[in-house]
């Protein structure tokens, strides 16, 4: 008999609990499609064009299409406040861009918007270990400083400078990918990268510096 009762306590149990996830269910609404063609229809449609590609060629890029994706990158969008195109915690600005060209390495300085020249050197082999790293003719290095990330809390460490960090520029490598969905030209996001062995080639790079990622652009092959 008390195996008998335990039997259906069980039984019980089960189908009361079956009842409560079958009550807690969420109804799925179909939403309606974006209007590609609406009012929108600008960023929608460079979302819709949004793409990865892996295939470059070595023709080059324009000053002007370096200088606009660099500001799509990290530019000043408000020059009275001096926000930029992306967004960043605490509003540090953590995230520095260096442009690997063919002619040497350069960082990009939002506030002047302008690109300085650190190398002569032609470093971009050490960007990742595809082929296509040495034909593209740019690749964007984003580099977080933690010595630029002050403590806002008790809890901020490096583990959470570096997740914060890799938001910044993840939004800076969108900004990017919809600027390159407009002109046509391929771009790839890339973590397949020796990060010491780059940090070493770049030679400005100081212990709070880190390789966040990197990203490579240029003309399809």
């Not at 270990?129 to 740019?138: G, I, M, N, T, Y």
Request: net charge positive; glycine share 4%.
């Amino acid at each position: 008999m008390l195996k008998f009762r335990l039997l259906c306590l069980c039984l019980i149990t089960v189908f009361a609990f079956s009842f409560l996830l079958s009550a807690q269910e969420i109804k799925t609404e179909s939403l309606p499609k974006p209007n590609i063609n609406g009012r929108n229809s600008s960023i929608l449609k460079l979302l819709e064009n949004r793409r990865t590609h892996r295939q470059f060629s070595t023709k080059e890029i324009s000053a002007q299409q370096l200088s606009e994706i660099l500001w799509c990158a990290n530019g000043v969008n408000d020059t009275i406040s001096g926000k930029r195109t992306v967004p960043s915690a605490y509003n540090w600005h953590g995230v520095t861009v260096y442009a690997a060209a063919s002619n040497g390495l350069f960082i990009y300085e939002p506030n002047e918007h302008s690109l300085n020249k650190i190398s002569d050197k032609d470093i971009r082999t050490f960007t990742g270990s595809q082929d296509f790293v040495k034909r593209a003719p740019l690749t964007l290095i984003y580099v977080a400083d933690f010595g630029k990330m002050n403590p806002k809390s008790k809890t901020m460490n490096d583990d959470k400078r570096l997740f914060l960090s890799a938001i910044e520029a993840g939004c800076m490598v969108q900004s990017v990918y919809l600027y390159c969905a407009s002109e046509g030209l391929n771009t790839v996001v890339r973590d397949m990268v020796d990060r010491d062995a780059l940090a070493k080639q770049m030679e400005v790079l100081k212990p709070k510096q880190k390789i966040v990622i990197v990203q490579t652009i240029g003309y399809q092959d």
